[in-house]
């Protein structure tokens, strides 16, 4: 099993989890995270003062998978969050040791 975990712009969110839904993704988990790669932020004006924005809103997905649906997971991912902009994001494979369903005690790829 892996862990996938792809940061990407939130204005891409409703299209990845259509995409992965429509490739029978039924899980994933999401969150609002910042941070910054080699945009390194911006600058903006706010009442005549310019200010540096060092973090960047983004979204974190986390999406959890048996080993044969890594490849078809993360291609989705790409396709779907991809602007050709810079900051489109990334995508992290992790290998994912266990996994327990608490409801029923299923573990390992039933759980997921």
């Known amino acids: 099993m892996k862990l996938i975990e792809a940061i990407i712009k939130p204005f891409?969110?409703?299209?990845?989890?259509?995409?992965?839904?429509?490739?029978?993704?039924?899980?994933?988990?999401?969150?609002?995270?910042?941070?910054?790669?080699?945009?390194k932020g911006h600058t903006e004006?706010?009442?005549?003062?310019?200010?540096?924005?060092?973090f960047i809103p983004k979204?974190?997905?986390?999406?959890?998978?048996?080993?044969?649906?890594?490849?078809?997971?993360?291609?989705?991912?790409?396709?779907?969050?991809?602007?050709g902009r810079i900051g489109d994001g990334k995508i992290f494979i992790i290998s994912l040791e266990e996994a327990i369903r608490i409801r029923t005690g299923e573990n390992g790829d039933d759980a997921v």
Do not use: C, H, M, W
Not at 25 to 36: A, D, L
Not at 45 to 54: H, I, K, N, S, T
Not at 61 to 78: F, M, N
């Open 12 to 39: 891409k969110l409703d299209e990845v989890k259509d995409a992965l839904n429509d490739i029978g993704i039924e899980g994933i988990t999401v969150s609002e995270v910042k941070g910054f790669g080699r945009q």
């Open 45 to 54: 004006l706010y009442r005549g003062a310019e200010y540096v924005v060092d």
């Open 59 to 83: 979204i974190k997905i986390e999406v959890a998978v048996s080993d044969d649906l890594v490849a078809k997971v993360v291609e989705t991912i790409q396709t779907s969050a991809k602007t």
